[in-house]
Structures are given as structure tokens and as C-alpha cells.
């Protein structure tokens, strides 16, 4: 049981570059999440899947595109980097669509040059 | 808006010094109050959920507490493996959002030496 597994682990952009960051989970969890960790900000909601089949915005969804490409599976895409979007990503998975804790994934550091 | 507000911003203890964080919030209703600890270069790990005032969960040195505004995370007897940020979040009611937002502090970074 793997959990939540995101790849690649780390990865270096040029301003410009498009990219898709893979999230998938192993729990048979009904809704995931995108979130991005910057110094200082915390950790801030980008979009979610509150079940298959579905995706919508979080707080800071500007420049990034989801696809919940089956049950196990959420993506997250940059079309064209900027340097403002370098910073940790951590996908996580619940088990239903109401209350109860989330879990994470160990995360890719991401640069933008 | 829902709002977390964690204290101290870092730590520094001797290992076995006893202590506590501290998690404000202000939300719309209370649904849920999370704690995760977050080792450098991976992910927030689950520790505990609270789901009303009063409620009390421990594991091992760590127990959290909850009251109407703040929730405490105590450290007793702490070894230098519990160094780690230590991050909480607030699940609140939103208008009949079901899709679990949580809301988080930014983090207390505890080191404990020997």
C-alpha cells in the first residue's frame, strides 16, 4: 500500500515551458487535491476533485489545468511557466466528500527559470 | 474568512523539556481541527482530528486538545526525533460545500536537542 505517490520528485523549467505533475493514490479515495507550499504562505489550495469525474478551482488555480483521469488518478498541468510558480506541490487523497483528514504525498519541487 | 494563526513560529527545546503549540482559529463553524507533522522534504503527516471542544487525542509524547477557539498540541518529554514542523488546519461549515477545504496555519517549526 503506496499511499500517495507523486512524480517526477523534482523537476527544472525554462519560463514558457508547459509540464504535467502525476498524482495517484491507492486507497480507493473518493476526492483529491492540489495544493502549492511557498515560504511564508503555507499551504494553498490550487484545484480539487471531490470525486471522479469532477474537478473545480481552489484559491490560487490561475495558470494550472486539472484532469481526474480515473479514480486512482489526479494531474496537474502547467501550459506555460513563470518563475512565480516555483514551489512545492503535494497532491492528497480523501476518503469521502464531507468531513475527514486528507492525506499526502511526498511532493515535487518544482523550479521556474 | 476562515483564518489559522499558529504560535510560536519556531521552537527550540532540550530534550525532555516539556511544551505546547498553539493553533487560533476563526471560522464560519467548526467542522473539523487537523494536526500533521511535516518532516523537511516530504509531506504532511497525519497525527490527529478534533471534531468538538473538549476533545482530547493522544500518541505517544504528543496529545491535542481542543477548545471553542484554539486547539493545543502538547510535547511531553520530547526526544530529538519529534523535530519537525508541525502544521494545523480547520475544515469549517461553507455553505454547504461538501468538498473538505481545509485551511491552514503556517507552522511551527519544533527542534529539540539532546
Known amino acids: 500500500n503506496a499511499g500517495v505517490t507523486q512524480t517526477p520528485k523534482f523537476q527544472v523549467l525554462k519560463t514558457g515551458q508547459s509540464m504535467t505533475l502525476q498524482c495517484a493514490q491507492d486507497m480507493n479515495h473518493n476526492s483529491m487535491y492540489w495544493y502549492r507550499q511557498d515560504p511564508g504562505m503555507g499551504l494553498r489550495l490550487i484545484y480539487y476533485s471531490a470525486s471522479e469525474g469532477t474537478t473545480d478551482k481552489g484559491e490560487v488555480p490561475n495558470g494550472y489545468n486539472v484532469s481526474r483521469l480515473n479514480k486512482r488518478e489526479f494531474s496537474l498541468r502547467l501550459e506555460s511557466a513563470a518563475p512565480s510558480q516555483t514551489s512545492v506541490y503535494f497532491c492528497?487523497?480523501?476518503?469521502?466528500?464531507?468531513?475527514?483528514?486528507?492525506?499526502f504525498g511526498p511532493g515535487t519541487r518544482l523550479t521556474v527559470t | 474568512e476562515d483564518q489559522v494563526t499558529q504560535s510560536p513560529e519556531a521552537l527550540r527545546l532540550q530534550e525532555g523539556e516539556s511544551s505546547s503549540l498553539n493553533c487560533s482559529y476563526t471560522?464560519?463553524?467548526?467542522?473539523?481541527l487537523f494536526w500533521y507533522r511535516q518532516d523537511p522534504g516530504k509531506g504532511p503527516e497525519f497525527l490527529f482530528t478534533?471534531?468538538?471542544a473538549g476533545e482530547e487525542k493522544e500518541k505517544e509524547r504528543l496529545k491535542a486538545t481542543l477548545t471553542k477557539k484554539e486547539s493545543f498540541l502538547h510535547i511531553t518529554a520530547p526526544k530529538p526525533e519529534d523535530s519537525a514542523t508541525y502544521l494545523c488546519?480547520?475544515?469549517?461549515?461553507?455553505?454547504?460545500?461538501?468538498?473538505?477545504?481545509?485551511?491552514f496555519g503556517q507552522g511551527t517549526i519544533l527542534t529539540v536537542h539532546p
Open positions: 478534533l471534531y468538538s
Open positions: 471560522v464560519s463553524g467548526l467542522r473539523g
Open positions: 492528497a487523497s480523501r476518503a469521502g466528500t464531507g468531513l475527514g483528514e486528507q492525506y
Open positions: 488546519a480547520v475544515q469549517a461549515e461553507a455553505g454547504g460545500t461538501s468538498y473538505g477545504k481545509l485551511t
